[in-house]
């Protein structure tokens, strides 16, 4: 299993020193020498301070700031956790996707998903109630744009009318495309254009929040992908290559008992399918986050099978 670290500004406790050039430079390369595969970065452009104060968190843009940590950082993956293509054009999104996994040398992970904060779409002029219809538009345009970027696109509210000259992407024949999302139409993208899937095992009222079907323990998982992977073979396509990325259980690391508990719950989980965590750390400070970030690398991932 590999593993991928949240930046620590995704904890509603986190402090705002993260917020810094030094400490992202200083987290991240810790992170990168510490055996984390990639680190990540969630999207929310026009949050409410109603979120903020129910548990939500402070925010960068995730392309200028997964930007700006592929070049303090030489190996480690980039994430989008989760990019909300609705939010824009797709020609948009292309741009600014392919532009980072070119500048980092191809280490991009493009994760996509619908959004589900009502009031986020009403502050960008977004349809709220179009978002899954916006999403499945996108991600055809995206991959589209990506496996021939000279032949026009369009959609319902868009549409580009001649050849078009665009940069490819650094990967070939695309970055690795993540869908994010539980249920059934969250697979069907994954089988149309994925190469991995971001489920989140929580309980129903967690789920609900984020208007996605519950998976609320590793068996339910297990069948999910199941699921998932036999429509991918009936699709023609290999699911011995799908990704499925879950949260890591947040574990203390000084707790022998706590630890053990994590490394069973995470072997279970790969062996139903799993093959990458992401991890929150401490956010109380930016030593805190590094000491938390070494702590797991040579606790948990350097036992990971």
Request: proline residues 6%; charged residues 20%.
């Amino acid at each position: 299993m590999k593993f991928t670290l949240e930046y620590p500004i995704e904890s509603p406790t986190a402090t705002d020193g993260f917020l810094h050039p030094q400490a992202i430079r200083q987290v991240c390369q810790q992170a990168e020498a510490s055996w984390f595969s990639a680190v990540a970065l969630s999207e929310h452009p026009a949050p409410s301070a109603k979120w903020r104060r129910r548990g939500g968190h402070d925010t960068l843009d995730p392309i200028a700031a997964l930007g700006f940590m592929a070049g303090v950082t030489s190996t480690v993956k980039l994430v989008t956790n989760l990019y909300v293509l609705p939010f824009r054009n797709p020609y948009l999104s292309a741009k600014a996707l392919t532009s980072l996994d070119l500048v980092s040398g191809g280490r991009l992970i493009a994760g996509v998903g619908a959004g589900y904060l009502r009031s986020e779409f009403a502050a960008l002029g977004v349809d709220f109630d179009r978002r899954a219809e916006l999403l499945d538009e996108a991600l055809a345009a995206l991959w589209s744009i990506w496996m021939d970027p000279e032949i026009p696109v369009a959609g319902s509210d868009f549409g580009a009318v001649g050849e078009l000259w665009l940069q490819r992407p650094a990967q070939r024949p695309h970055p690795p495309l993540w869908i994010g999302g539980n249920g059934g139409a969250a697979m069907r993208r994954v089988v149309e254009y994925g190469t991995g899937w971001m489920p989140v095992i929580s309980p129903p009222e967690y789920a609900a929040s984020m208007r996605t079907v519950a998976i609320s323990d590793a068996r339910q998982f297990g069948a999910a992908v199941d699921t998932l992977r036999g429509r991918l073979a009936a699709a023609g396509r290999d699911p011995a290559g799908l990704d499925v990325q879950i949260l890591c259980p947040e574990v203390d690391l000084d707790d022998e008992s706590a630890v053990r508990r994590t490394r069973e719950l995470l072997d279970e989980l790969a062996g139903y399918g799993a093959t990458w965590a992401v991890v929150h750390v401490d956010g109380s400070s930016v030593d805190a986050a590094v000491d938390y970030i070494k702590g797991f690398g040579a606790t948990i991932i350097s036992g990971a099978s």
